[in-house]
């Protein structure tokens, strides 16, 4: 990958160990979900991390489709958005990431990591 498809990182212990990827006006509340390592509905994902008490989780992510290093893939699927417009956050909203690509409608998404239950190294890439 590029830097022109780096679109931001970040390396923070993560409260609970779960981060949310959701279109920006997305008000899913994931009913239904068992606590599996991902849970993902049309415009909304739950991902399971590392928890903080283990130690900080590595994010990064960008707008390509080309191949990673990572050896586990968590998601490979689609996300829809209004607006084009996402943000990557925990449930105490101690990390908030807005995730721009200015182009509305479904988008695909594939999540990698470096462990496929409770990664500490993930990489996200959501392109059209």
């Known amino acids: 990958m590029t830097t022109d498809d780096f679109l931001g ?9 779960l981060l949310v990827l959701r279109d920006i006006n ?5 009913e239904g979900w068992d606590g599996g390592a991902v849970h993902a509905v049309a415009d909304s994902l739950y991902l399971r991390v590392q928890p903080s008490v283990d130690g ?10 080309e ?8 998601y490979d699927g689609i996300i829809a958005s209004q607006h084009g417009e996402f943000v990557l ?11 721009i690509t200015d182009e509305p409608g479904t988008a695909r998404l594939r999540i990698t990591g470096d462990h496929d239950l409770m990664p500490s190294v993930v990489r996200i890439q959501i392109w059209y």
């Open 9 to 17: 990182s970040f390396c923070i212990p993560v409260q609970h160990g």
């Open 26 to 30: 997305s008000a899913d509340t994931h």
């Open 56 to 65: 900080p989780v590595t994010v990064e992510v960008f707008d390509s489709d």
């Open 67 to 74: 191949p990673t290093h990572e050896d586990v893939t968590l």
């Open 89 to 99: 956050h925990d449930p105490n909203n101690w990390i908030s990431m807005r995730v």
